[in-house]
């Protein structure tokens, strides 16, 4: 029988993301995901928790909250923190088209989080701090054929 809740928490350190992206990869399989799946998720879990490790916190000690659930063929993902207040939401869309040289740094992690998850939504409370909450409609052995 497949679980379908898992949870993690770890300290606001960068050499912790090889730990998050290994909890991601282990629960999502245990789901019975797709690896193309589990990569995307990786990748935006990342973006997100590294942007936590380099700002929520000001350099200070914290945490990260990690929670996987699977609802019907979707995993929602649930990343809390109690750093700083960030909607990363807020951040327009990096324009792709102009010169490097003008450019505005930064955004790229968002822009990723966006393209490969389906809803990435975010809210705050004093009690609970930051929550980024993303899904992913997951590919299963039903669905259509990768690439179509």
Known sequence: MK???FGLEVDNRLENLSIISDFIGKAMTQAGAKEKDIAEVQLAV????ANIIMYAYSGGKGTIRL???LAGD???VDIGD????FDPTSVPPPDLEADLKERRIGGLGMYF????MDEVSYSFSP????????RKHLRTNNSAPEGG
Do not use: S, Y
């Open 82 to 85: 109690t750093g700083k207040p």
């Open 67 to 69: 929670g996987l659930k």
């Open 46 to 49: 990342d973006e997100a928790c």
């Open 3 to 5: 679980k379908d809740r």
């Open 113 to 116: 989080m966006r393209k490969v």
């Open 74 to 76: 979707d995993l929602i």
């Open 127 to 134: 009690e609970e701090g930051n929550k980024l909450t993303m």
